[in-house]
């Protein structure tokens, strides 16, 4: 792609040190990343593995100790930079003492935005993340997933262009994993780049684009996911509505011709999908229940047009 | 800079919100009710009044200092150790932001605190004198000597340095000093020694103190004569007496006789008649009229001094108060940015021993004017070159102390001495300002530095 990477990384490294300055442990250890314009990146690995170091040195938390970084063109510290940036962390690490909305305003007001322009902000982004009927209720008294969608509101109230999730999904029943995950996919049809770190491997291969692996702070795999995932000489003939002659005949044709005799299974669901329909159902049957609610569609600002006109405003 | 004022309105929320500010708040309260039911006075209104601002006043002070310490210090580093300042870092906030919004919410709180007390006391004073049984003398007395802003004037500084140089020349060459004796500290004993012999007067003996007026004297005006005795040197020796007010080419203009005493500081109230008016210099004479030895000494430092103008009581505390939150500016400086370069422990500590140091500077200060230690008879060249060493230490300290040591204003209110809107200004100005810039420079540079969320 000709475009500049929104993340780029060349050889980064970062090594924590003693009180004496000694080198201490290498969590990053030659990591190259380049992320592109409306791309969903998963960064995997194990716990200790340097997900969460690289993500800080990206935010301009940490200061690498080699190799080279950039994010969208500029040093990570830059504020000008982080005007563009969402972050979620692996905890939503937030004011207890705050309700839902003084939260988001908080942020908003960090970012300059002020008036009807970020009352509006916030109303979306709550009914986003189905957090709107909260009310005065002090974000210290949420449970951890109502955290975590408060956190993701935060993370994109600025609108930004880089979204960088850290665990996206802990903490939140499967029904607000499909939802995180639809404003994921949603925001990369917006043209936003969103790095994914999380331990849920099924959610990073149902999102993400591109991974990458890391072990010991380094790089263990980089790819495409469909490729990296491809087993070598098998594949797959998905069939719908076969009756028990046409199999029969399928199969004798195939060890007729191949050589050998191919095995049949029937098609499964993922659980996710089995879960979702049945809650659904009990949804259209009983009406809505006293938990959060949200479709997973994103706020209005964060489409496409509407980013450019407050983005203008913004700045 | 936008983001100063939602930081600010945040961190103010946030410390009603930490149950040790609010513990704080809760003893501030409880000092501010019951302290003065407690505190023992001489008998007096004057010495109610006193006790009233020095002490009620001043360990409230005391308490919002400690509350001042234990913000600044939470405010960056509570927030580094709740993790949620990764949070805000990430956001379009420049570091020095932070410690500006921070800085703001705490002394915006420590310093209404600070007028809340102020204003409680002044209305129990106001209280105390309208409830007392006081005679009409006595009334005028309070209003002139205490509930009032007295402008002080300071006898001319008179320079003994060569008498005292010429007296330790003297001493050196009769053979009564240690061979290695430093010259620095012979001069500045000799010229303390003169100095005390400049306020003491025997049986007999006069004393002139010189003073330059800032304005002349209005006929009508009345002005003041405050003296203080150095009670240690006189001991319980009692001395008639006399003070003469004279003007160049015209002695004993006004007279007042007195009966001497150690106890206490002493005011007589002068009236300026037709002789005085006009007059822009006095020179004041102490006459001890006692016929035996009974000697009297008076303070060396401010032991004598006149008075002028009773300015408002209430502008002048309130001038107090202000130059008292300058001084928990400092220390809320401090604070936030010790706690945005250690943890909060560790901020808290160093804050605490820089507040005690500073507390102690008087004393480093002596040690230092004491000049550089002399070797002592049989004293090897390690040992002494060990206390050289430690002087110099001390040296440095006070070069870092100097700059925060500011005399509390609330000794000169109590009685009744002006806080001058000039001074304040200054003080607020010339050396609040330039060192809460100093070490905010240095403690956002320190920040901008600071790694945040490293592994532990």
């Excluded at chain 1, 049945?278 to 009983?286: G, K, L, M, T, Y």
């Excluded at chain 2, 580094?80 to 800085?103: D, F, N, P, Y």
């Excluded at chain 2, 330059?212 to 009692?238: C, H, K, R, W």
């Excluded at chain 2, 502008?315 to 943890?343: D, Q, Y």
Aim: proline residues 4%.
């Amino acid at each position: 792609m000709s475009e500049e990477p929104v993340v780029y990384t060349k050889d980064l490294q970062k090594i924590f040190k003693d009180f004496w300055r000694r080198p201490r442990a290498r969590a990053v250890d030659g990591i190259n990343l380049e992320l592109h314009k409306g791309e969903v990146y998963g960064l995997l690995g194990p716990n200790g593995s340097g997900k969460s170091t690289t993500i800080k040195v990206l935010l301009g938390l940490l200061h690498p100790d080699g190799g080279e970084v950039k994010v969208l063109g500029k040093p990570p510290r830059d504020v000008a930079v982080k005007r563009k940036v969402g972050y979620l962390p692996e905890e939503s690490y937030l004011y207890p003492y705050l309700d839902a909305k003084e939260t988001l305003r908080f942020y908003a007001t960090l970012f300059g935005l002020e008036g009807s322009m970020r009352e509006k902000r916030i109303d979306e982004l709550l009914e986003m993340v189905g957090l709107s009927h909260t009310g005065r209720r002090r974000v210290g008294e949420f449970s951890k997933g109502m955290a975590r969608r408060i956190g993701l509101a935060q993370a994109l109230i600025n609108d930004p262009d880089l979204v960088i999730l850290d665990e996206p999904t802990s903490g939140l029943d499967p029904l607000g994993t499909r939802q995180v995950k639809d404003i994921v996919r949603a925001l990369a049809e917006k043209g936003k780049t969103v790095l994914l770190s999380s331990h849920l491997l099924a959610d990073v291969e149902d999102v993400c684009e591109r991974i990458t692996i890391l072990y010991g702070g380094k790089v263990q795999a980089s790819g495409p996911i469909r490729e990296l995932l491809q087993v070598a000489n098998h594949l797959q003939i998905t069939l719908k509505d076969l009756d028990e002659a046409h199999r029969v005949r399928l199969l004798d044709t195939l060890e007729e011709q191949l050589g050998q005799r191919p095995t049949l299974e029937p098609t499964r669901k993922d659980l996710e999908s089995f879960f979702l329909e049945v809650v659904a159902q009990a949804r259209r049957e009983s009406g809505e229940g006293s938990g959060t609610r949200a479709e997973g569609q994103l706020a209005g600002f964060l489409t496409a047009s509407a980013a450019e006109e407050n983005r203008t405003d913004i700045e | 800079m936008r983001s100063i004022f939602p930081i600010y309105k945040l961190t103010l929320r946030s410390i009603f919100r930490e149950r040790v500010a609010l513990s704080m708040l809760a003893l501030l309260a409880l000092v501010l009710l019951l302290l003065p039911a407690g505190l023992e006075t001489d008998g007096t209104i004057q010495g109610a009044l006193r006790m009233h601002i020095r002490y009620s006043l001043g360990f409230s002070s005391f308490l919002i200092a400690a509350m001042t310490l234990w913000v600044s210090c939470a405010s960056i580093a509570g927030d580094l150790s709740s993790k949620r300042l990764q949070m805000l870092l990430t956001k379009s906030v420049h570091r020095a932001e932070i410690w500006w919004g921070k800085w703001l919410a705490v002394v915006t709180l420590v310093s209404g605190l600070m007028f809340v007390c102020g204003g409680v006391t002044y209305l129990r004073i106001q209280q105390m004198v309208q409830t007392a049984a006081l005679s009409p003398e006595e009334k005028t007395e309070l209003a002139s000597q205490y509930i009032t802003a007295r402008r002080p004037v300071d006898a001319d500084y008179i320079d003994l340095s060569e008498e005292a140089n010429a007296m330790a020349d003297a001493q050196i060459e009769a053979g009564a000093v240690p061979e290695n004796f430093p010259r620095e500290n012979l001069v500045a004993q000799m010229e303390h020694y003169l100095r005390v012999s400049h306020n003491a007067a025997s049986a007999g003996q006069i004393i002139p103190y010189d003073f330059q007026l800032p304005n002349p004297l209005v006929l009508g005006s009345t002005f003041q004569i405050s003296y203080e005795y150095d009670g240690a040197s006189m001991g319980n020796s009692t001395a008639p007496g006399a003070w003469h007010i004279d003007l160049p080419g015209k002695e004993g203009v006004q007279v007042f006789e007195t009966e001497e005493n150690p106890y206490g500081t002493k005011v007589i109230e002068v009236t300026v008649d037709e002789a005085l008016a006009g007059a822009t210099a006095l020179t004041l004479r102490f006459e001890n009229r006692s016929e035996e030895s009974g000697r009297v000494f008076f303070k060396t430092d401010q032991g004598v001094r006149l008075f002028f103008g009773g300015g408002s009581f209430f502008l002048n505390l309130f001038r107090a108060l202000l130059l008292l939150c300058g001084m928990l500016g400092l220390l809320a400086a401090i604070g936030v940015s010790a706690g945005s370069v250690f943890s909060l422990p560790v901020a808290c500590y160093v804050s605490a021993v820089v507040l005690l140091m500073q507390s102690f500077s008087g004393t480093v200060e002596e040690v230092v004017a004491g000049g550089v230690p002399a070797i002592e008879h049989e004293e090897n060249q390690l040992s002494h070159s060990i206390k050289v060493f430690q002087y110099k230490v001390f040296q440095g300290v006070l070069v870092v102390l100097k700059p925060l040591e500011i005399e509390s204003p609330l000794g000169r209110v109590s009685k009744g001495v002006l806080v001058s809107p000039s001074e304040t200004f200054s003080v607020f100005f010339l050396r609040f300002a330039p060192v809460v810039l100093l070490i905010s420079g240095v403690g956002v540079f320190l920040f901008s530095r600071r790694e945040i969320g490293a592994a532990a």
